[in-house]
């Protein structure tokens, strides 16, 4: 691997690779959207939710998105912008604090985890799930996948330096968490009769995702923007530049979720 300074400005092998990219995603969501006319995408206003959002309405399917979040959060905000320059409909629905440690209590018997992070995206799914039902959709489709193989995460920077075998081994452990996080969402949103659809964590994407050569994805330890290849094929197909750049700021963190969480850990100590 070869250390280089960060930079949105794409490489030729990235060009190169985007276009196969682009194909093998497109597949995997047409198998996953079938014959639906009118999608509903789980929508931070981030890189991954916009290029799956884009990607639907490609595919000239009806797409509406959905956001959860405490009022005033950098979710609920972005997304609006997002949504606005997609020129996509927008469904929103604000957490209010005495329902988000109602709900909170519900998810933790559902699922019996003792991992924050997992009980924190479970309560935002249940709530982009309840916001679907309301909508009329029983099939939420969500991006989760491409921070654990296109190295969304710091953890990927912290790694770097140790080599290819090592980033690959953290791949595989964050995957493999991403698909028990999933299993639990499943288990708290199916009250609502709402199924949260993962495109991109299908086994035939893995496998070509960890294809991708690992300098497509990060440039080294200080790479502070990550999964080039991604924010690449973003622009290419028409998101907006300031979704496509954006940095990582995970769900629980953007929809404030996390602030309420440890509130309450504090409130129970």
């Known amino acids: 691997m070869k250390s280089t300074s960060n930079s949105p400005t794409p490489s030729l092998t990235i060009l ?23 999608v509903a995408v789980a929508f931070s206003g981030g890189v ?12 000239n399917r009806s797409v509406t998105l959905l956001t959860v979040g405490f009022a005033g959060s950098h979710d609920m905000v972005f997304a609006t912008t997002i949504a ?15 329902e988000f440690y109602e709900k909170l209590k519900e998810v933790e018997r559902r699922i019996n985890c003792g991992i924050a992070s997992h009980l924190e995206n479970c309560i935002a799914y249940l709530f982009v799930a309840r916001l679907a039902k309301e909508n009329g959709f029983r099939v939420v489709l969500t991006a989760n996948g491409l921070d654990e193989l296109f190295y969304g995460y ?7 330096k140790y080599g290819e075998s090592s980033i690959m081994e953290l791949t595989k452990v964050k995957i493999l968490n991403e698909l028990l996080l999933m299993e639990e969402i499943a288990a708290v949103t199916s009250d609502y009769g709402v199924s949260i659809n993962k495109p991109f964590l299908s086994e035939k994407f893995i496998e070509f995702a960890n294809t991708i050569p690992i300098d497509e ?52 100590q």
């Open 154 to 160: 710091n953890q990927y920077r912290f790694v770097y």
């Open 16 to 38: 190169k690779l985007s276009t196969p990219l682009l194909e093998v995603m497109r597949k995997e969501l047409k198998a996953v959207i079938g014959g639906e006319s009118s």
């Open 217 to 268: 994805k990060i440039k080294g330890e200080n790479d502070m923007l990550r999964k080039h290849i991604i924010r690449r094929l973003a622009i290419d197909i028409g998101v907006p530049q300031e979704a496509a750049m954006k940095p990582k700021k995970a769900l629980q963190y953007g929809s404030s979720i996390h602030k309420y969480f440890m509130k309450q850990n504090h409130h129970n």
């Open 84 to 98: 606005s320059m997609l020129q996509f409909p927008h469904k929103k629905y604000e957490i209010q604090q005495d």
């Open 48 to 59: 991954d939710s916009s290029v799956l959002a884009k990607m639907c309405k490609d595919l």
